[in-house]
């Protein structure tokens, strides 16, 4: 059985910093693109960043560029989002994704699994 686990959220100050991991159990995802989606209260999920199967393209929101970075470890078969400079209209439910079918990093549809999300609030 698939699992997707994120952890790493929580309560952190505008300015702050955050590393979120996903870990993946069940199967090996070293041959998959992995990505990271958020979900504000009220509002779609929305695409944070994507990276290819061995990290050589990473792909992210124009809402975080330069603020976040998305990389792996395949060895652990785990991703990792760490976040900095955060603001407050960052806060949402953090989700883990793997494996991507026909379409883009950025298009929800595209991913085949999905962690259980991780909440991240930042505080102004």
């Known amino acids: 059985q698939v699992q997707l686990v994120e952890s790493g959220g929580g309560l952190v100050q505008a300015g702050g910093s955050l590393r979120l991991s996903c870990a993946a159990s069940g199967r090996t995802f070293s041959g998959s693109a992995m990505g990271w989606f958020r979900q504000a209260p009220g509002k779609e999920r929305d695409f944070v960043a994507g990276i290819s199967w061995n990290g050589g393209f990473t792909y992210y929101a124009d809402s975080v560029k330069g603020r976040f970075t998305i990389s792996r470890d395949n060895d652990k078969n785990t991703v990792y989002l760490q976040m900095n400079s955060l603001k407050p209209e960052d806060t949402a439910v953090y989700y883990c994704?793997?494996?991507?079918?026909?379409?883009?990093?950025?298009?929800?549809?595209?991913?085949?699994?999905w962690g259980q999300g991780t909440q991240v609030t930042v505080s102004s």
């Open positions: 994704a793997a494996e991507m079918k026909s379409g883009t990093y950025s298009d929800s549809k595209t991913w085949h699994y």
